[in-house]
């Protein structure tokens, strides 16, 4: 996937202002309009500034844009950091952002990556008719990342989240503020947490909206998350593999003792049940086989693996590929 620099696109500094964007896009998309341009490439450039305002002109998806930084370039290979926009507010209004419901496929693979795939929302209140004289505030989301300890034991936590606002001269900055939460047992990625009244101010007499934490997990260095089952590489020696053995092993809840079957190739999962994400029907944990070899950095091991090599010389370990071209 590529990364779009949409400031080049429409010719803009970074820091450009409401204005400045209105003006680039008045001017370049009557040099662009398909139906008025000679531009060989009119069509394309037309779709490429339309969707480079759609980004820029909106407070909240030009900040959580910025936050990918200035020191990528149009045309690079790209993908979102698993921390790309954690903690940013934007609102909710009962789809992922505000879109058309006919304008699907109109953007590229970049745009649909940050801004629809990114964000997963519910519905919110705050689309609805307004009055002149109360409306309910608008529900609002955020991005949050947990660890994986936290949705086994539950916890309470504090984070900081960004609100886009504009400042006295057209620019987009973040306000931000400190807001307490509790991470649910069970929780698990894709899941929000609702906070009542924690979203934008109501009009009048009406309520504030909610605040919804869209839940991701933090990259664990030892285990992974699908769904509800969680997943551990397990390393292991050449001969527990062949033998057999019993080997200690961290699990999310402590350490375990496991029993590695005799003749265990690498791949093959070994299964506690219930041990996974808990929950009404919690999930399963697997170990992971990996063989690990020892080099073969000393005289003493080459002599070794070649005594292996006399006694197992009728092993084939490529047989399957014989006869393939």
């Not at 759609?54 to 936050?67: F, G, H």
């Not at 190739?265 to 990996?290: C, I």
């Amino acid at each position: 996937m590529e990364f779009k620099d949409y400031y080049t696109v429409m010719g803009l500094a970074r820091d450009a202002t409401p204005d400045d964007i209105k003006r680039a896009y008045r001017k370049l998309s009557r040099k662009y309009h398909p139906d008025v341009s000679k531009e060989k490439n009119a069509e394309a450039r037309f779709k490429e500034l339309g969707e480079a305002y759609e980004v820029l002109k909106d407070p909240e998806k030009r900040t959580a844009y910025d936050q990918l930084g200035p020191n990528w370039k149009e045309g690079q290979d790209f993908r979102p950091p698993p921390e790309w926009n954690a903690g940013a507010e934007h609102a909710g209004r009962g789809a992922q952002w505000d879109f058309k419901s006919d304008d699907s496929g109109d953007y590229s693979d970049f745009f649909e990556t940050l801004f629809r795939k990114g964000f997963s929302t519910t519905g919110a209140r705050g689309g609805g008719q307004r009055t002149s004289f109360s409306a309910p505030g608008e529900d609002r989301h955020a991005k949050i990342q947990i660890d994986l300890e936290d949705a086994y034991s539950g916890a309470t936590r504090t984070l900081s989240l960004r609100v886009p606002e504009m400042d006295s001269q057209g620019h987009v900055t973040y306000r931000e503020h400190q807001i307490s939460f509790g991470v649910p047992k069970g929780i698990r990625a894709g899941q929000h947490i609702r906070l009542a009244g924690q979203g934008g101010p109501g009009t009048g007499q009406g309520g504030a909206g909610d605040l919804y934490l869209d839940v991701e997990f933090r990259p664990h260095r030892l285990y992974r998350v699908d769904k509800h089952d969680v997943y551990c590489d397990l390393p292991i020696a050449p001969w527990e593999a062949a033998l057999g053995a019993a080997v200690e092993a961290p699990t999310p809840t402590g350490r375990v003792e496991v029993t590695v079957p005799a003749g265990s190739a690498a791949g093959r999962k070994l299964r506690l049940k219930s041990r996974g994400l808990p929950g009404s029907t919690p999930g399963d944990f697997y170990f992971v086989l990996q063989i690990v070899v020892p080099g073969a950095g000393t005289d003493s091991a080459k002599s070794f693996y070649e005594g292996m090599a006399k006694q197992f010389n009728a092993f084939k370990p490529r047989e399957k590929l014989e006869g393939q071209p």
